[in-house]
Nanobody, 125 residues
Framework: QVQLVESGGGLVQAGGSLRLSCVAS????????IGWFRQAPGKEREFVAA????????DYADSARGRFTISRDNAKNSVYLQMNRLKPDDTAVYYC??????????????????WGQGTQVTVSS
């Protein structure tokens, strides 16, 4: 069973920064695409950012582009989401997910096989 563990969430003021981390239990997952998604209360889970297997290709939601940066360290079986200039609208539970079996990233929720438990990000105004 693949396990993903997110960390790094918390409470921050608008304009601040947070760095989320996602560690996978399987070393082989370093060969697959990983995405970050978020879900705010009463809303559907939405795409934030994704990265392909070797970090050579990334994709961002319009709301994240220019403020967030996704990266990965395959030696540590980890993926990161650096979030800068945070806004109250960024408040949500953030999830990382693995697209096991695929090298390329996707922005679609149903393209990912395994999910972490999520980490809460709260941005105060």
């Amino acid at each position: 069973q693949v396990q993903l563990v997110e960390s790094g969430g918390g409470l921050v003021q608008a304009g601040g920064s947070l760095r989320l981390s996602c560690v996978a239990s399987e070393r082989t997952l370093s060969s697959y695409a990983i995405g970050w998604f978020r879900q705010a209360p009463g809303k559907e889970r939405e795409f934030v950012a994704a990265i392909n297997w070797n970090g050579g290709s990334t994709d961002y939601a319009d709301s994240a582009r220019g403020r967030f940066t996704i990266s990965r360290d395959n030696a540590k079986n980890s993926v990161y989401l650096q979030m800068n200039r945070l806004k109250p609208d960024d408040t949500a539970v953030y999830y990382c997910a693995v697209r096991r079996g695929y090298y390329s990233a996707s922005k679609f929720v149903d393209q990912y096989n395994y999910w972490g438990q999520g980490t809460q990000v709260t941005v105060s105004s």
